[in-house]
């Protein structure tokens, strides 16, 4: 194989148990977003869109569809012989083998892949973030300040700084402390989980953390601190551009509600940095007699005879004769019967809201900040009783 200059390692195995009902039968990944996308296509399209030709996708959580979506990574212009992309489940060895343990174990499992590469760098993705970013940039700020590992990082409201992993940096951007969630924050600098390592170095410490009896064998919870400790120089790459971690129902709905801004902080029509997708849409949407949409993305295969208003309608959804749809997220296959109303919701793929049923997170109760999640193939509501 021919050396490379730097190699993607995208995680994508996480259980996604935040997204609820969505992530039941599907990797968090491979959940659908922005009607015609999967949330894995935008972590990839940068990929792509920063000349990076070699990329391996940790799968592990239910990854049947995820695999199936990514295919050959053509969609990604990743499926060049000299590298490409390429589906790195956990596997048994001579010793044995079980799930990965955590995110640097991840990619621990995975050094005999990168060693067919022997890449000078490498660069550690997470699968369930929403943004536009550049690597080659950050790679070059890894380069000049001659870094054993760049964590890219983001400015946040420093109320909010206790939330996240906290970077505390000098006046040349090198990393002094990392604090996980701190009560008392000195930094508003909160890693955004995207690493550069140089690959001798990665070796060399992910080595040393497996071999820890104690370690969490985490990124951000061991090999971090243990780096800082040890005197590697560690930096943090300031990225000023929109990124969001849609791994919660509230971030998953809210983002994709501001997609449907006049002007959207984040841009899926921006040509210069396109987002690629392996959607295979089909037949064109179709709009009856009756059928009107009001700001809303409608994907191809769509048939809508009732009333949509400020939604994303992923493919092949069918919208019944007098239902309506207002402020909701429908997944690909779902299916509004006629007369229902659907407001403040996410409907999982091939969900069923029944005729004549009223669906409305803001009178839910127990739903998570009123909005309402049908999982894959449920029936709302059930037989005596309401869905998931």
Known sequence: MRKKELVAMLLAGGQGSRLLALTKRNAKPAVAFGGKYRIIDFPLSNCTNSGIDTVGVLTQYKPLILNSYLGNGSAWDLDNPDGGLHILPPYYTETGGKWYEGTADAIYRNLDFLERYDPQYVVILSGDQLYKMDYSEMLAFHKEKNADLTVSVIEVPWEEASRFGIMTTDEDMKITKFSEKPKNPDSNLASMGIYIFTYSVLKKVLTKDHADPNSGKDFGGDVIPMMLKNGHPLY???????????????????????LMADDPEFDLFDSKLKIYSNSNLSAPQYIGRRGLVRSSFVCNGCVILGSVNHSILSSDVYVGDGATVEDSI?????????????????????????ENTILDGMQLDDAPNHIAVIGDSAVYPKKGGASE
């Open 236 to 258: 943090a790459y300031t990225f000023s551009g929109y990124w969001k971690d849609v791994g919660t129902i509230d971030s998953y709905y809210n983002t994709q509600m501001e």
């Open 330 to 354: 429908i997944l690909p296959g779902a299916r509004i019967e006629a007369n229902a109303h659907v407001r403040r919701a996410i409907l999982g793929e091939e969900s069923i809201v029944l």
